[in-house]
């Protein structure tokens, strides 16, 4: 069972932050943030914010997930201390390294921001992803195949499902961090909550710059709670 | 009939044999019990049999037929397999567990359904109470008998047990013994059941195959094990009390004294024990020594007294097999 306190909780983030945002543009500190804070550029700013993490938190799922359950085969096992200690090297990185180096591959926009974030979402899924399918009672998945499941049946029906709240918290993770880095993209043109941050401090005005900064914090909260939710309706 | 021949297992980089070559022949509808101590090789043995383990050298045959040339997914489909634990699917309901076979035999949804609820009905959990529930809602016993349940599930001719009743206390050890029994009256299944406790293999076996270090040190029926053990080794292993184990494998209906009609009428009234046909011979010591009478009657299904036994009948059956100890 789910509490009803976290969608109580996640409202409660979303009012925050949309008594925020009236907040400023109905009360503007002056002509200038008046143009640059309407409710328009907002929420598309907002919806940039969420297309950087979403298609790069899908990126990272998509990956790390038949990664991670390629790593945990009899065959390949061997090979995952290896592949996480380069993942977890990638992570080491300065992530505004990770951007401008990305730049340099794909020019500026959304595209060398969504491969950055990417590859920062990348370890907490795999790193999760492994630990969940090697968690699982290897007795478990040896009665399931002296009972006559077939090797892939295996692995969906009984593996997977049980491996499941840990891989949910491993994107949770991935999710929640995603929301602040991708602040960073605004530095490379690919948009976001991090535009108005900039903008904010190159005219200091106070009210745009912590609108800026609040949002995403709101957002990442709300995630975490919305994925914690997840995760345990994952949990046999 | 499942056959070994020759079947030898030695597991990459060991010095010795798992399991060094090793015959033997378990009659269709019968328990055959592998009993030893631990790392004797039972499980490797049973594993060989649905091929969860490959044997180095030798042959399995079932029905006549060389498993290696069975699929294997169909060989396995057509054994039950029961571990220690239950290897219940944690993430899937009671009813869900024992669905897996027949839903990897293709069997419709309607035809699955009312098979979970016999089978329940079956190890003696009422369906609709525990169809529902999740495997960590159940007690150990409970589990057990899901886990036979579910083994029994695509009614398999073959089933494989290994110490399945190994993690639980000795009086729900002893009531799900009694009770796989009376189920396999009604089933009749092939069954090869491992354990490393002496006493469940004397009562649960048809044969028994004593393990030592990979080879079969005596392959005989229970009665034959604690009579004449075949070397020091088996003797150690059953310990001492032999005479006691073996009034518990003696039923009252069988080794008793038949009465006429005129003798149940004399007994009538007089104040001695009275057993049911079932009971063992060590129940019928033990109420001799309750009641401090040499002699204790027994009684059919309806409760008429039907024979008598007396103590040096009891004492004659034991001798007649030779026991020393
Ligand atoms: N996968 C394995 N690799 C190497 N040795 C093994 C393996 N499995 C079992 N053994 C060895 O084989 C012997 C028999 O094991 P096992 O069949 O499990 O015995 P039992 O079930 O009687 O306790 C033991 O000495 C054990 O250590
Ligand atoms: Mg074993």
């Not at chain 1, 907002?42 to 938190?57: D, I, K, T």
């Not at chain 1, 300065?94 to 959304?110: D, I, K, N, W």
């Not at chain 2, 090789?41 to 045959?61: E, F, V």
């Amino acid at each position: 069972m789910v509490s009803l306190r976290s969608p109580l909780k996640i409202v409660l983030l979303g009012s925050i932050g949309v008594l925020m945002t009236v907040w400023v543009v109905e009360n503007p500190q002056d002509s200038v943030v008046a143009r640059l804070v309407t409710y328009d550029k907002v929420w598309g700013l907002l919806l940039q914010h969420f297309y950087l993490v979403g298609a790069s938190a899908l990126l990272a799922v998509v990956t790390s997930v038949p990664l991670g359950i390629a790593l945990t085969r009899p065959r390949l096992k061997s090979w995952a201390p290896r592949v996480l200690a380069l993942v977890n090297v990638c992570q080491t990185v300065p992530s505004l390294a990770v951007v401008a180096l990305s730049v340099g591959f794909m020019g500026v926009g959304s595209r060398p921001a969504i491969i950055a974030l990417w590859i920062y979402a990348l370890l907490p899924i795999l790193s999760n992803t492994l630990v969940g399918f090697q968690e699982v009672d290897p007795a478990i998945t040896e009665a399931a195949h002296g009972m006559g499941m077939k090797a892939w049946r295996v692995l969906f029906r009984v593996e997977l499902p049980m491996a499941a709240s840990m891989i949910m918290a491993g994107i949770r993770t991935a999710v929640t961090i995603t929301i602040g880095s991708a602040i960073l993209a605004a530095f490379v043109g690919g948009g976001g909550m991090g535009n108005l941050i900039i903008a904010g401090n190159n005219i200091s005005r106070a009210q745009v710059l912590v609108l800026g900064a609040a949002l995403p914090v709101l957002m990442a909260l709300m995630a975490d709670l919305f994925f914690e939710g997840i995760e345990k309706r994952a949990k046999y | 009939m499942i056959r070994f021949e020759n079947v030898v297992k030695r597991y990459p980089g060991e010095a010795t044999d798992a399991v060094h070559n090793l015959n033997l022949e378990i009659e269709s509808g019968t328990i055959c019990m592998l009993v030893g101590p631990s790392g004797c090789g039972k499980t490797t043995t049973m594993k060989m049999i649905n091929k969860l383990i490959r044997p180095s050298s030798g042959a399995i045959l079932i029905g006549g037929r060389n498993i290696d040339t069975v699929d294997t997914i169909e060989l396995r489909l057509s054994i039950g397999y029961i571990i220690q634990d239950t290897g219940l699917f944690p993430h899937m309901t009671v009813g869900e567990n024992i669905a897996v076979v027949p839903g990897e035999l293709g069997w419709k949804k309607d035809r699955i359904s009312s098979r979970i609820d016999e089978l329940l009905d079956l190890v003696d959990l009422n369906p609709k109470a525990f169809r529902n529930k999740k495997p960590n809602e159940l007690s150990g016993g409970q589990k057990q008998r899901v886990g036979v349940a579910r083994a029994l599930a695509g009614d398999p001719p073959i089933m494989l047990m290994d110490e399945p009743f190994g993690a639980l206390d000795p009086i729900t050890r002893a009531r799900m013994q009694d009770e796989f029994l009376r189920i396999q009256e009604k089933i009749r299944k092939t069954i090869v059941f491992v354990t490393h406790d002496v006493e469940e293999a004397i009562k649960m076996g048809d044969t028994i195959a004593v393990l030592k270090l990979g080879q079969i040190v005596q392959l005989s029926s229970p009665m034959e094990i604690l009579s004449n053990p075949s070397d020091p080794f088996v003797s150690e292993l059953i310990g001492g009390r032999n005479s006691l184990k073996m009034l518990s494998l003696m039923r009252c209906g069988q080794i008793m004294k038949t009465l006429s009609p005129a003798e149940v009428e004399e007994a009538r009234g007089s104040p001695q024990g009275i057993l049911g046909m079932k009971a063992t011979a060590q129940d019928a010591l033990s109420e001799m020594l309750r009641t401090g009478e040499r002699f204790i009657f027994v009684e059919d299904e309806r409760h008429d007294v039907v024979g008598v036994l007396d103590f040096e009948n009891l004492l004659e059956r034991v001798n007649r097999h030779g026991i020393t100890s």
